[in-house]
């Protein structure tokens, strides 16, 4: 029996067998190949593969926004973290894909999570300019004082980038000032 799609044709058998296919899937937008392999077993949805990553972190940081919601139905956690301590948000944070944050953060990922240097998905959008990610980070909690494994915070990262728009957010957004 074939399985088909538009991109590619398996063997049911080989999208059983072969333990890479969810995650050759989310990768490349294989909607109906990911809904496949969950249905047949949904467990799949908080794999690995050999380098860490989950199919959600695969799927946002190649922006699949079908496949990402697809994977939080199916109960993808969304806070799982790859081999370097990076998750599906910090990804998104990075490449700036505004549809698939907004998913995330109101699916519920952890704003503050940090990855290996210490670094939280705030810190990604400072570096990278993504304001309106940015901005739904800070709306959903997320701690401007963070401090990654340098000593920087996601402003002193605007600040490095010269990016005025962003440090007027985290400007807004500081607690105020008590004085003495």
């Given at each position: 029996?074939?399985?088909?799609?538009?991109?590619?044709?398996?063997a049911?058998?080989?999208?059983?067998?072969?333990?890479?296919?969810?995650?050759?899937?989310?990768?490349?937008?294989?909607?109906?190949?990911?809904?496949?392999?969950?249905?047949?077993?949904?467990?799949?949805?908080?794999?690995?593969?050999?380098?860490?990553?989950?199919?959600?972190?695969?799927?946002a940081?190649?922006?699949?926004?079908?496949?990402?919601?697809?994977?939080?139905?199916?109960?993808?956690?969304?806070?799982?973290?790859?081999?370097?301590?990076?998750?599906?948000?910090?990804?998104?944070?990075?490449?700036?894909?505004?549809?698939?944050?907004?998913?995330?953060?109101?699916?519920?990922?952890?704003?503050?999570?940090?990855?290996?240097?210490?670094?939280?998905?705030?810190t990604?959008?400072?570096?990278?300019?993504?304001?309106?990610?940015?901005?739904?980070?800070?709306?959903?909690?997320?701690?401007?004082?963070?401090?990654?494994?340098?000593?920087?915070?996601?402003?002193?990262?605007?600040?490095?980038?010269?990016?005025?728009?962003?440090?007027?957010?985290?400007q807004?957004?500081?607690?105020?000032?008590?004085?003495?």
């Amino acid at each position: 029996m074939l399985f088909l799609n538009p991109n590619y044709i398996y063997a049911l058998e080989d999208v059983n067998m072969n333990e890479n296919a969810i995650f050759d899937a989310c990768r490349n937008g294989d909607l109906a190949t990911v809904k496949q392999i969950l249905s047949e077993n949904p467990s799949m949805v908080n794999s690995l593969d050999p380098k860490g990553f989950t199919p959600l972190i695969l799927a946002a940081y190649n922006d699949q926004p079908e496949i990402v919601d697809l994977l939080i139905r199916s109960g993808a956690d969304l806070n799982m973290q790859d081999a370097a301590g990076n998750t599906a948000l910090m990804g998104i944070a990075f490449k700036g894909y505004k549809d698939i944050a907004k998913k995330l953060i109101d699916a519920g990922a952890d704003v503050n999570v940090r990855n290996s240097n210490g670094a939280p998905a705030l810190t990604f959008a400072a570096t990278f300019g993504h304001l309106q990610i940015a901005e739904w980070l800070l709306q959903g909690g997320a701690d401007m004082t963070l401090r990654d494994s340098r000593g920087k915070s996601p402003i002193d990262h605007a600040v490095v980038q010269g990016n005025e728009a962003m440090i007027e957010l985290f400007q807004r957004y500081a607690p105020p000032k008590t004085g003495a």
